[in-house]
């Protein structure tokens, strides 16, 4: 059985996919609105927004370290609703209240996947204590998926395929490039339609 037969016989989620199957399936990125946030005003205004979702697709980029023992802070936070992906570049906007607030929320769901890795680069950052996190892959074990990438996962749930050229590109550049956006930005996004996937099975 393939990648894109996503469901079998019992109407449950295949368990494994290949990296041969992954290139079979249909390339696919958010073509929706996307909001690059540089300043704490803008960060104040659009978490706003975002509170008011119930749920959200929730990823960190970080620049590649290609030294042994050189590591970099958290660059940029995507969080991604159905009609809107945010783009938070933290060293422009600093981690203000108003978003520890936000990531200390209960009320609002983030899904994502390798949450402990994200949230404990984050707390280098700033300490918060994390609220409402969802961590995808926990999910995905309840029904059988063994595959833990986001790459694999979007193959294996919602059978396209999605790029990760820019994944180790430079999240520090002065401006972000229109493919490190659409990388970023549909990273998040996958992520909470992999949730709704997920939850459809639970």
Request: a neutral charge; proline letters at 3%.
């Amino acid at each position: 059985m393939t990648g894109q037969n996503k469901l079998n016989e019992e109407n449950f989620f295949t368990n494994s996919i290949t990296h041969e199957e992954i290139q079979t399936l249909p390339l696919h990125a958010y073509k929706g609105h996307i909001s690059v946030i540089t300043d704490p005003v803008k960060l104040t205004r659009s978490l706003k927004e975002m509170e008011k979702a119930a749920r959200l697709g929730f990823d960190t980029e970080t620049r590649p370290a290609f030294v042994k023992g050189q590591r970099y802070n958290v660059a940029l936070m995507q969080l991604a609703t159905e009609e809107r992906v945010w783009l938070i570049r933290l060293q422009q906007t600093g981690f203000i209240p108003a978003l520890v607030e936000f990531l200390e929320n209960t009320n609002v769901q983030k899904v994502g996947v390798g949450l402990r890795d994200d949230l404990n680069a984050l707390q280098r950052l700033q300490p918060f204590s994390p609220g409402g996190f969802v961590e995808l892959t926990q999910l995905t074990r309840q029904v059988g998926v063994e595959v833990e990438s986001v790459k694999k996962l979007t193959g294996l749930l919602l059978g396209f395929r999605i790029s990760k050229s820019a994944q180790t590109s430079n999240w520090e550049a002065p401006t972000l490039t229109e493919k490190q956006i659409e990388y970023a930005a549909t990273d998040a996004w996958v992520c909470l339609q992999m949730y709704k996937k997920i939850e459809q099975r639970l």
